[in-house]
């Protein structure tokens, strides 16, 4: 009887598995059998948020404007640039949020996605834990965007003006497809 059950990957329901391509009933998802499927999606997903990670830190994510001045940093120069003005915690907050957080996911998804594909059934429960912590840090990636907008809000008094340069883009599009790797990374595979 078990073989004739699905669990879909997305929302956890047990579908009744007729063979051919399953939708689940409940969320209307594709259920792929082939693991393979799940897997090469997740890379991909990766693969492309590892690029957009490098205009991220390479192209401008502030502008200052002071006195009709414009002055360009990237991530690592605006971090360098806070903390010099003295804002440590902003600071380390910023560097956490936009280099750190993104370089620790995207080395437990490459592990996952690897050991995944090695078939090691060894520790599939520490497997299921490096996944929930991609899961809770992911959000955190996003204090940067918020970092930005208050910066912003806050120094636009002292005639300086703060917009955010193209490599705020590039680190949007790499937040997103962080989330998408780790969402289609199908924990079914793991075990
Ligand atoms: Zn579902």
Redesign the pocket.
């Known amino acids: 009887m078990s073989s004739k059950l699905i669990r879909?990957?997305?929302?956890?329901?047990v579908?009744i598995d007729t063979g051919d391509e399953i939708e689940?009933?409940?969320?209307?998802?594709k259920?792929y059998k082939n693991k393979q499927y799940s897997l090469n999606l997740t890379t991909a997903y990766l693969t492309t948020a590892i690029i957009a990670f490098i205009p991220a830190n390479i192209y401008p994510m502030l502008i200052v404007t002071q006195f009709g001045v414009s002055q360009e940093s990237n991530i690592i120069e605006g971090i360098i640039h806070i903390y010099e003005n003295g804002s440590y915690g902003i600071a380390l907050i910023i560097l956490f949020a936009s280099v750190f957080v993104p370089i620790i996911k995207f080395i437990l998804l490459i592990y996952l996605i690897i050991s995944t594909k090695l078939n090691s059934h060894k520790d599939h429960h520490s497997k299921h834990r490096i996944f929930y912590i991609t899961e809770i840090i992911g959000p955190w990636s996003m204090i940067d965007v918020f970092v930005v907008a208050i910066l912003a809000s806050l120094v636009h008094i002292d005639n300086i003006e703060i917009i955010a340069g193209s490599a705020s883009t590039a680190f949007a599009i790499m937040v997103f497809f962080t989330l998408l790797s780790a969402l289609s990374f199908d924990t079914r595979t793991m075990d």
């Open positions: 879909c990957p997305k929302c956890e329901a579908n689940c009933r409940r969320c209307h998802k259920i």
